[in-house]
């Protein structure tokens, strides 16, 4: 997982010209036109779904119970023909080998009652890593599974060995193709999602939402880049109604939808940031998010189980990502921890803000980005955290220094906390801490930036916690999941 990490982010620039060229549309605020050479994507064939029970399980089957957010879990077997196109990526793309044959999956998860469905459906390609995880979804369920919107996993081709070591028999029909990439197959799945012939029935998708983070969050700026322009649904509409792209630095062409671009301590980049814009088109948001790490704990809880990625170790090379207990930090304190910033805490607030753009024109808030340096180096505070950003109780009301990257834990990052001497000084007392904690997270939600349900768990968290007692770094914080269901259809906050 961290060779693909590392060759995602070492992929951007990928063309300087392009590069320059963005900048430039950018700058200017112009956005490449739908040509008439937008084609529609052709409808794959699908089956499903597909029963799964215990003697025939599921692939990368939800860990954390459905039921609760009032949610099912659903596959489907798609068969169609994509095109390989010539590296690097071209707009418009060059077809190399045209229509090759592929059955891949789609793993779907729903409300259980079409009444629920908020009508958005969160498009995302399942991340290589382990053979399939959920990686933008681990960053934004909350609010995905409260709202009402449907999750949508697509499996990359050149990855279905993981499910077809896991379960040979469920999983033999489909096409292991490494070489075939998914970005005919997203647009075909987007157009049949939200045509007359949609699988999931009942369900009437007005829009997609495409999202990625870390490696498919190159995937989804590529496609932002080299498809989505060249690409339309049969009444001209555009094919995705949004983007958001987390985990990567990858400049973006200003299209004829809003995009977010989010990025971590670990993964922005001073040399790609891009000004924010409101209007159509060429909407756009670059938000740089103070204190998080690129993964964290509860990202483990959307891939396979940890015993299942152990097993299928010697098939799939898979290493389960709660493996993060085993990370020795090269001359990080013995009493440092895992960086447990919950990345949810802002992503939920940037879903629903991009899906209120969408629909009621409501853009989102601006935020500063990191403060750097002359060489795009973050400029560190006094207790060693970065400065500017997305703001959060985590990083302005600290109890710890939230370090980037560690040696052997890469992508993971650490904490130290501070000391008692430290804490005192800032807080005084428990109460004077949780005081500022609420205020501050009370600002959030009115500046859209947090949830409801996000801020309850802030402030729950500051309530529960050890302070002016230094965090113990033993113990792994819990950012618990939400009670639900909770729908919500109304017009925006």
Request: net charge negative.
């Amino acid at each position: 997982m961290r060779a693909r990490l590392e060759a995602g982010l070492s992929s951007l620039p990928r063309l300087l010209m392009r590069q320059h060229l963005v900048v430039a549309l950018a700058v200017l605020g112009l956005v490449l036109p739908i040509c008439a050479r937008a084609t529609v994507p052709a409808n794959p064939t699908f089956t499903g779904p597909i029963a799964s029970t215990p003697t025939n399980p599921v692939w990368m089957a939800s860990q954390i119970d459905l039921s609760t957010y009032g949610y099912v879990e659903e596959e489907y077997f798609i068969s169609g023909t994509a095109n390989e196109y010539k590296l690097p990526l071209t707009a418009p793309p060059t077809v190399t080998i045209a229509n090759v044959p592929y059955t891949t999956r789609i793993l779907v998860r729903r409300p259980e009652h079409p009444s629920n469905f908020s009508g958005k459906v969160i498009l995302e390609p399942i991340h290589p890593g382990n053979s399939g995880t959920a990686a933008a979804l681990a960053v934004a369920y909350r609010w995905i599974y409260l709202n009402g919107d449907t999750w949508v996993g697509v499996q990359q081709p050149g990855d279905n060995n993981g499910p077809q070591a896991f379960n040979p028999t469920r999983y033999s029909v489909l096409t292991y193709l490494p070489a075939l990439p998914i970005y005919d197959i997203l647009s075909q799945v987007a157009a049949l999602l939200q045509g007359s012939s949609n699988p999931i029935h009942g369900f009437q998708v007005p829009d997609v939402i495409m999202t990625g983070f870390s490696f498919t969050c190159n995937t989804v700026t590529s496609y932002i880049n080299d498809f989505h322009t060249f690409t339309t649904l049969v009444n001209g509409r555009p094919i995705v109604s949004g983007y958001v792209a987390g985990g990567c630095s990858v400049l973006i062409t200003p299209i004829n939808v809003p995009v977010i671009r989010a990025n971590t301590q670990l993964d922005f980049d001073a040399a790609t940031r891009q000004p924010d814009k409101d209007s159509a088109p060429g909407q756009f948001r670059l938000y740089e998010i103070a204190g998080a790490s690129h993964l964290g704990p509860a990202d483990s809880l959307f891939a396979s189980s940890p015993k299942v990625l152990r097993l299928l170790a010697p098939v799939i090379g898979s290493k389960p990502l709660e493996d993060y207990q085993e990370c020795k930090e090269f001359g990080a304190p013995l009493y440092a921890a895992i960086n447990d910033f919950p990345k949810g805490v802002i992503f939920d607030g940037i879903f629903r803000n991009i899906e209120n753009w969408i629909r009621y024109g409501k853009p989102p808030p601006h935020a500063q980005p990191f403060v750097t340096n002359s060489s795009g180096q973050p400029i560190l505070d006094q207790y060693g955290n970065f400065q500017g950003g997305v703001r959060t109780p985590y990083v302005d009301e600290p109890i710890s220094t939230r370090v980037t990257a560690g040696t052997n834990c890469f992508i993971w990052g650490y904490q130290i906390p501070l000391s008692q001497s430290t804490l005192e000084a800032l807080y005084h007392n428990h109460d004077s801490y949780v005081r500022e904690v609420a205020t501050e997270t009370h600002d959030l939600v009115k500046e859209r930036w947090v949830t409801d349900d996000d801020a309850k768990q802030l402030i729950n968290q500051a309530l529960n916690s050890s302070v002016p007692t230094p965090l113990d770094a033993s113990l792994p914080a819990y950012f618990p999941p939400a009670n639900g269901p909770r729908f919500s259809k109304g017009n925006p906050d």
